[in-house]
Structure formats: C-alpha cells, structure tokens
C-alpha cells in the first residue's frame, strides 16, 4: 500500500518490525531450541519442530528431553542449591538484577522472538510481556536484598520444578524463576512445546549476567518432559496451564510432600452495569478478550450485560469487532494475531461449530489466507448452563448473558467450577466495593481489566488453582519455616475391657450445626484411661455424619461477613468459659493420657483462644505498590468450609490449634478429633454452646481418621482439608482432593510450642483477593 492510497483511504498501512535479527539469533545457535543445564547448553536434537503459527513456516528444531536428562537438570540445582542460599540476600539481588538489566537490552529481540513464535501482535509482547517481565526481576531482586529482615525464620524449599505454558511464554517464566531465586530456590523449568524460543534468550542473559551454574537449568519437550520434571526429585512444583493437567499434577505428587502452587483455567465473568461508560467498557471487553488472540487464562470470557443496555451494548460492541486488524503478529498495525497452533485452532472450532444455542457472530474482518487465523466471535442469548458458558474455550471467542439486578449478577458470575479473575464495570463506586468481595475469584478489576504487576498476587480459587504468584504472597509460596520442633509423639491409648471409671455412663455424640448428634451409623468406641479404665464411649461419624457437617458450614456462610472484632469477641468468650472449667478439662486430659500436664494443655488452650482472637482484626490486607494511578488492594478472604484432622497428641490444645485460626479468619471448620483422646474435643461442646458460637461454624466428628479422611477430601463442598494426623493418610488426602483442587496441609507440628500458632495457621485459613482500582480523570 503506498502512501498515497493510505491518505486516500485513511487505512492503516503496513508496519511491519523485522525478524531478520531474531531468525539470525536462531540460526547462529544452531537452529535448535534445547536443555540449558548446569550453565551449559546441552545436546541439541531436531526431536520436533517449532513452527510460526502466523505462516505455518519452520522456526527451529526442539529437542525433547527425556526423563534421564530432567534428573541430570535437577541433580545440578540440587548441587548448586547450597551456595545459591548462602550466597545470601543480597548477593542474589545483584544477580536478579543484572538478569533483569541484560533483558532490557535484549528486549527487541525478545519481543520478536516471542511474536513469531507464538503468534501474538508485536505491540502486545513489545509493550506488555516484555517489560512485565523485566519488572518481575527488579521488583525480586529487591525482595531478595530485604530477604532476611521481611522472612526472617524463613528458608527456601531447594529445588523448585516449574513448568509453564505457552500463552504468556516470557511472562510466566519471570513469574516462575525470580521469586523462587530470590528466596534462594535453584530451578528446573519446562517451556512450553510450542514455545520454548524466549527461554533460549533467556538462558543466553543468565549466562552473561553471571548466573552461577545450575541455579537455572531448562529443559524442552512435551508433556512427557512434564511429567518427567513432576516425578523427579524436586522439592516443589508451580505449574501454570489447564485445570486437566493440574488435577493430575496433584494426583502425580499425592503423599510426597512437595508444595504445589496451580494456576489453572478460567471463565471469568466481564460485568456491564447500566451506568457505566458504555465506549470505555467496550474497549475495555476488546482488552479482555481479544488480547492474545483469547488465549488468557483471565481472559474476561462471560460476558455479563445489565438488560436495560444489553442490545446497544451488543451492537456498539459488534461495530467495534467489525474495525479490529487481523493479520501479522509482526506488524504494529495488527489488533489480534495467530492462534498459537492449528490443533488449538481446531479446538476452538470445534467448541464453536458443535454449539447450537444462541445467536454467533464473527467480526467482519478479513483473514489472511494462510496461518492459524480466527476471527473474533460473539455469541449472544446463552444460559448460564450451556456448554460454551461453563466451559473453557481458550480463543477469540466471548459469551454473553444479560441479568437484571445486583444479585442476579453475582450469582451469574460465580456459577462456574472456576473462580481466577472477574471485572466489574461501573461509576458507582459503592456497587463495586460491595460487589467484589461477594465475587468468587482471586483477582477482580474495577473499571480495568488485565492489569498485572509483581507487586500484586495474581492466582484464584476453586478449579482455578491454588497459591499466589507475586507479591509478597508469591515469595512465601517459595519458602518454608527454617526450622520446626519435632511433633511430640502421643502416648499409646489403651485398648481392652477396662472396668467402668464409676459414675452414669456417657456417650459423647458428634457436635454438628450446633447441636450435639448422635453418629448416623449408630456405632460408638469405648475410651480408656492409660490404665484400663473405662472413661466413656464416643461415636464413631460416617460419610453422612460428613455431609451433615458440610451442609451445616454452608447454612453458616455468613460467618465469613462478620467483623473482626466480633469474631474476636467470640474466641475470647470461648477462652473465658474454658477458664472457668480448667480443672475440669485439665483432670479429663490427666485421665485420658496419663501423668500431670493436663493444666499446663488447657491454659496453652485459653492462651491459643486469646491468640487469634487478638489477630482476628489484625491480620490485614494491604496496598500493593503497583506502577498504575490506582491503588491493587491484596485483601485477605476467608478459604471458607476447612475440614481438620487434629493430632493424637495435646488432645485438646491440637483442636483448638485449627478450629482457632480458621474462626479468626471468617472460615467455618469441621474438625475430626484426636482418635484415640476424642473426649477432651466432645467436653469441648458444652463450651460452644454457651459462648455464642454461631451453629454450623464448628462442627467436631469423632471416629477413625482413615475412615473419614477420603470423605473429606473427596468432598466437592470442602475448600481445604488440613491433617496433622497419621502421615500415611497424607497420599490419600492429597490425591482424592484432586476433585476440586482443593487446599490441602498436611502438617505435624509441636502445638505446645511456637510453631503451633503463627502466621502459617492464618495464611491457610484465609484467600488473597486482589481488588484493582484504578482512579482519577485521566
């Protein structure tokens, strides 16, 4: 197009960045992307291809790494990983930050290699990843200079298996290897297979920024070469790609006590309300849809339209679809580029094709005739039960709904297994405040969407993951407790027919929705004191003794909406009542186990209770110090229904150790008692009762630990499962919570002492919930 035709016709012309020096880089190495391990490329194989979505053209071979080669990867993090740690805070900042310098002046070169290789326009990698990544490694390279006096009592896991997909290939390596390495973690990272060429850069900076010799290692392949890195001896996983392949992650590292932190699928819901700016919100749809081709994890997908505007809204919408440029990735011109490869090309297709429901339309933009091209798509008129609304479509394509109140739309929303990200549009302030925390997602924007920075903690909830990334949230994910005291070791309960202590026999019943219950199953266990005595019977609960309590956590989500300062009221009440009957609960302990400690464990308990009912209104949120004229605001939410395994030891200290924490946070908790001393949990009832302990927010099971555990962690309705019982439950807990992708901790710790309270309890009782507010006029 000449200069001439562009003035006549006001189009945009062609302005295309060159891959000339990118296609060199390639070439001069070799034309093979592979391992990076140990400081060192290591054997480069043309096992498959990358291609250029955009042509279909071959851009270099990409060996694929066998498992051999994944445990030679993490055998050089493994041995480098002591130095690396001693090398301290500061030490590592400076690495983080000539990383971070090297990539700067790489950038163009960064930027090109990822638009060819994934098919994104150049604006988007040039203006967005490439710079976001950059920013991750500063930011980090000053969380690793205030290391020591921000974590102190913290240390890293060693090494930090990662492996990333190929949406945000750059991006989500940043995500991956700076907090690990500021913590003083080595890494084995996986690229994508369709997307490994920015790791080959990346490997080239390390090695001219100094980074010592296996500290980053890189391995390429498919998801073999994942699998591989998953079962290799790693001492943590962060995994970034579909829900799929995260369930079997977690299933893949059940009972082996490696960390995970998922970041998986979304729907995210994009809510229109009647007052807001219709044209602002409509660019802000074409941000949330259509950049990178859709292929967002967050992507704003569902949209949601108050009714009273839904059929402007639409056709305001349609003209701007009609006027987005589809074309190149390479040129500046170009709004949407190619879908990463044809079989995800196909998928979408497929998704499309075989929907029947609603009315489709494709923007009136032409195609070019070759590469992995689809035009952006609306689907108007859908119920929320259709497939194409509850599912994931991962491309250009947006579903739309309508509601007509506030609560209505809430409702819409969070009718999705997922629970990632959410954008709220409005002018009226007070609806939006009020209306993201009632939303079930770990990130939601206000009058913006996609807005990311190290600084804030981006990672959902539900089928949409676990665990942060950024933030400070991001780098405790990376870090352990230096050192814990051993558990103390529970004395043995007698088993036998020890004659009756005296007195009218008792059998405890389960406590659910606050009322005592007897066991569904009708089936109790005799408790003996150490000695043979018979001290009383306790139930043994049942799968239906679990969904009662379950279904009494969900009756009692309003806990979560209370104050603060009420819960804290409430926990303190709990420790006064118990105070009045120390002797009591202290000879019950004496008797159960045998010796004198008795008081020393109930006043440890009224001192827990007094814990967290002073970090009830204490353990805040904060303001993220984003680069935006805004405020990202990491507020802390409660993780909602907790199920809890407590220890055998400190009967009654160990309970209250997790019902505590999760009452403090606004989470409702049902807790399994100490199996073999339930009775000092079942005296405990008498205590709620009488200390305004609203029903269904504790509820106590007794029973066998085995028999219950798969029924609470294959629970669709529990948001965590916490164990501090019987380690061998552990692979089993961990496996059939897969279901949901739940949060599971599986603990033993010594709860007479310090490492029995503490942040880690609120940290697991609670959710991050980034709230993006950007303000002003301009």
């Known amino acids: 197009m000449s200069v001439k035709e562009i003035f006549d016709t006001m189009d945009y012309g062609p302005a295309p960045e060159s891959a000339k020096e990118a296609l060199a880089w390639l070439e001069a ?40 080669e994944v445990a030679a990867a993490v055998k050089a993090a493994r041995k480098a990983q002591p130095a690396w740690e001693k090398l301290g805070g500061h030490g590592r900042a400076k690495v983080l930050y000539a990383i971070a310098r090297g990539m700067q002046k790489q950038s163009r070169l960064l930027a090109v290699m990822e638009s060819l290789d994934n098919g994104k326009p150049i604006r988007e990698s040039r203006d967005i990843d490439v710079p976001l990544a950059i920013r991750h490694f500063y930011h980090h390279a000053g969380a690793a200079q205030l290391f020591e006096s921000e974590m102190p ?53 390390c090695q001219e920024a100094g980074v010592p010799p296996g500290v980053i290692n ?51 819901p994009y809510i229109v309300f009647d007052d807001a700016d219709i044209d602002s919100a409509i660019e802000g749809l074409v941000d949330a849809i259509w950049f990178n081709q859709g292929q967002v994890c967050c992507a704003g997908s569902r949209l949601l339209v108050h009714e009273a505007i839904a059929d402007d809204f639409h056709e305001r919408l349609k003209r701007r679809m009609d006027g987005l440029r589809i074309g190149d990735p390479l040129d500046k011109c170009i709004d949407v580029g190619a879908v990463v490869d044809p079989v995800q090309l196909s998928a979408i297709k497929e998704m499309v094709e075989g929907n029947t429901a609603g009315e489709t339309y494709h923007a009136a933009c032409p195609l070019p005739s070759t590469g992995a091209f689809y035009p952006p798509t609306l ?14 479509i991962f491309g250009p394509v947006l579903v739309s709904t309508t509601f007509r109140t506030p609560a209505e739309a809430v409702e819409l929303a969070d009718n999705t297994r997922y629970g990632l990200a959410a954008t709220l549009w409005t002018e009226n302030v007070n609806l939006a405040l009020d209306l993201a925390p009632k939303l079930a997602a770990g990130v939601i924007w206000v009058n ?46 007698y088993e036998g027919d020890g004659a009756p202590a005296g007195g009218i026999d008792r059998t405890a019943k389960l406590y659910i929705g606050g009322k005592q219950a007897r066991p569904d199953g009708g089936y109790s266990k005799a ?92 353990y805040d949120g904060r303001a993220a110090g984003v680069p935006i004229r805004g405020v990202a605001l990491a507020m802390k939410a409660p993780t909602g229904n907790i199920a809890a395994l407590a220890p055998a030891a400190t009967p009654l200290l160990g309970a ?52 219950l555990a798969p029924a609470l962690a294959s629970h669709m309705d529990v948001d965590a499962l916490w164990s501090f019982s019987e380690p061998g439950l552990a692979a089993g807990i ?45």
Not at 38 to 66: H, I, V, Y
Not at 449 to 462: E, S, V
Not at 607 to 612: G, I, V
Not at 771 to 778: A, F, M, R, V
Request: hydrophobic share 45%; net charge neutral; charged share 20%.
């Open 29 to 68: 190495r070799g034309g093979i992307a592979g391992p990076f391990v140990n400081g060192a490329w290591g054997e480069l194989r043309a096992d498959m291809e990358s291609r250029n979505p955009a042509t279909g053209e071959r851009l270099a071979g990409l060996t694929k790494c066998t498992a051999d």
């Open 153 to 205: 009592g913290r240390a890293p896991h060693g090494v930090c298996g990662q492996i990333i997909p190929w949406n945000f290939p750059l991006l989500m390596l940043a995500w991956k290897i700076a907090p690990a390495l500021a913590a003083g973690n080595t890494v084995v990272l996986k690229p994508a297979e369709y997307t490994s060429l920015s790791a080959m850069v990346f490997a080239e900076i």
């Open 218 to 268: 890189l391995v390429t392949g498919d998801g073999e070469t994942g699998a591989a890195l998953v079962a290799a001896k790693v001492d943590k996983i962060a995994f970034t790609g579909s829900t799929e392949v995260g369930r079997k992650i977690r299933e893949a590292t059940a009972g082996r006590g490696i960390p995970l932190t998922l970041e998986l699928g979304g729907k995210s």
């Open 379 to 392: 689907i108007t008129g859908l119920a929320p039960s259709d497939r194409l609304m509850q599912e994931e």
């Open 448 to 493: 913006a969407t996609n807005l990311f920075d190290a600084a804030a903690p981006f990672g959902g909830i539900r089928e949409s993951g676990f665990g942060r990334e950024g933030g400070p949230e991001g780098m405790r994910a990376y870090t352990k407790p230096a050192k814990l005291a051993a558990a103390p070791k529970a004395p043995v309960a």
């Open 527 to 618: 408790v003996h004191g150490p000695k043979g005595a018979l001290l009383g019977h306790a139930s043994l609960a049942n799968r239906k003794d679990v969904r009662n309590a379950v279904e009494a956590m969900n009756a009692a989500k309003g806990w979560g909406k209370t104050t603060g300062h009420l819960r804290a009221q409430i926990l303190y009440y709990l420790a006064e009542n118990l105070s009045a009957r120390a002797e009591e609960f202290a000879a019950r302990i004496d008797a159960l186990q045998g010796g004198h400690k008795g008081a020393a464990e109930v006043e440890a308990s009224i001192r827990r209770l007094f814990t967290y009912g002073a970090w009830a209104d204490r």
């Open 656 to 707: 209250l150790s997790l019902i505590a924490p999760a009452m403090a946070m606004g989470s409702r908790v049902t807790l399994v008692a100490s199996e073999a001393f339930p009775l000092a949990a079942t005296d405990f009832y008498q205590v709620l009762e009488t200390s305004d302990v609203p029903a269904g927010v504790v509820n106590i099971l007794t029973g066998s630990h085995a028999e």
């Open 734 to 778: 961990e496996r059939a919570s897969a279901g949901n992708l739940k949060r599971t901790w599986i603990g033993a710790r010594d709860f007479s002492g310090p490492d029995g309270e503490g942040e880690d309890f609120l940290e697991a009782a609670t959710e991050v919930k980034t709230i993006w507010i950007p303000y002003g006029e301009g």
